[in-house]
């Protein structure tokens, strides 16, 4: 029996800032998940890959990462690993990105992480 294949997303970090990114549907990066371009089979997912692998002036170790697609068919990531790197730094909750954007102060327990 075939697994059944899970939509995928590529993400990297950014060369210069260190921070995640994805790759959009123009092969650019984006700082938000939901502008992620998304693999809907194996071949598109590794396309999109492909088109990253490049991108070694931009970004450090692109990889395709699991999603799910919500009702508008916007991706938001399955695994753990995933969950915590669309949070941002852990160690300091009151400055930077994660001060600034509640979304990302959210307890991973409470979005169904550990």
Do not use: C
Not at 36 to 60: M, R, W, Y
Not at 89 to 113: H, V
Request: no cysteine; glycine share 8%; aromatic share 8%.
């Amino acid at each position: 029996m075939s697994k059944l294949f899970k939509p995928k997303i590529v993400s990297a970090n950014d060369l210069f800032a260190g921070d995640v990114v994805y790759m959009n549907s123009g092969f650019g990066w984006t700082r938000k998940l939901a502008e992620a371009a998304i693999g809907h089979d194996e071949a598109s997912a590794d396309a999109l890959l492909a088109k990253a692998t490049p991108q070694q002036e931009k970004v450090v170790g692109p990889y395709l990462a699991d999603v799910a697609l919500d009702d508008d068919g916007r991706p938001f990531p399955t695994h753990f690993r995933e969950k915590f790197r669309t949070r941002g730094p852990s160690n300091r909750t009151d400055l930077g990105k994660q001060a600034t954007n509640p979304e990302r102060r959210e307890p991973l327990a409470a979005s169904g992480g550990i």
